[in-house]
């Protein structure tokens, strides 16, 4: 099983909401990242968890909060959200963190954002 | 500064044909590059992963070459089929744990 889950798939919410984007992988991996791709974009890493502890914070605005509960789950606390936040949200897991070669990153298939 | 280039931005071809993405990078020090294939509104899908002293990869009807020296990569799809209409995106690791990640070439394939 090389997949990785996310939910929901699509989510519209207001400024003011509160909400929450879910991960979850099985593969055994360390490693899980959150990546923020805007249309026509690459993707742009957020976070980065190894061993379930926040390894990298790439001055991410504090409206996301990343949470790594268990080695198989990933969330990102929304909140507070402006419009140009709307994205593709894509969360990702690797064995380990880093860049080996035996070391690749799997996607989820993300969750298309959308702030009014 | 890191940076990885891809040309062209986009291609339109016709079904059959062959075509032929290309990537050039400034990332020091190099650990690898990966190519990535991308439909619209998925996650990137891994297509090769190549080191400095692998020239040529295969992945079915996917090919990667990889001149370390001029630091350029080239991603050529033979036989295209509609389902290869997609972006690809090329990826570059270097000594840190973060990717750099060069726009992607969003490929069309005709009937």
């Known amino acids: 099983d090389t997949e990785v889950t996310q939910t929901p798939k699509h989510l519209v919410m207001g400024m003011t909401n509160k909400k929450s984007l879910k991960c979850e992988q099985h593969?055994?991996?360390?490693?899980m990242y959150w990546y923020k791709q805007k249309a026509k974009k690459p993707p742009e890493l957020m976070f980065v968890?190894?061993?379930?502890?926040?390894?990298i914070n790439e001055s991410v605005p504090s409206r996301f909060s990343p949470e790594c509960p268990n080695s198989s789950l990933l969330n990102l606390h929304l909140h507070a959200l402006q419009p140009e936040d709307s994205a593709l949200y894509l969360c990702?897991?690797?064995?380990?963190?880093?860049?080996?070669?035996?070391?690749?990153?799997?996607f989820g298939a993300g969750t298309r954002l959308s702030v009014l | 500064k890191n940076q990885v280039e891809q040309s062209p931005q986009s291609l339109i071809i016709l079904e059959g044909k062959n075509c032929t993405l290309q990537?050039?990078?400034?990332?020091?020090?190099?650990?690898?590059l990966r190519w990535y294939k991308q439909d619209t509104g998925r996650g990137p899908v891994s297509l090769t992963i190549?080191?400095?002293?692998?020239n040529t990869k295969s992945n079915g009807r996917y090919t990667a070459t990889l001149d370390a020296d001029t630091k350029q990569s080239s991603l050529h799809i033979t036989a295209s089929q509609l389902s290869d209409s997609a972006s690809y995106i090329c990826?570059?690791?270097?000594?840190?744990?973060?990717?750099?990640f060069g726009r992607g070439t969003s490929l069309i394939v005709h009937p």
């Open positions: 968890y190894s061993y379930e502890k926040l390894s």
């Open positions: 990537c050039n990078y400034t990332v020091s020090p190099f650990s690898n």
């Open positions: 593969m055994g991996h360390r490693a």
């Open positions: 990702a897991s690797s064995l380990t963190p880093g860049g080996d070669t035996k070391n690749i990153q799997y």
């Open positions: 990826v570059v690791w270097g000594g840190s744990y973060i990717p750099t």
């Open positions: 190549m080191t400095f002293s692998e």
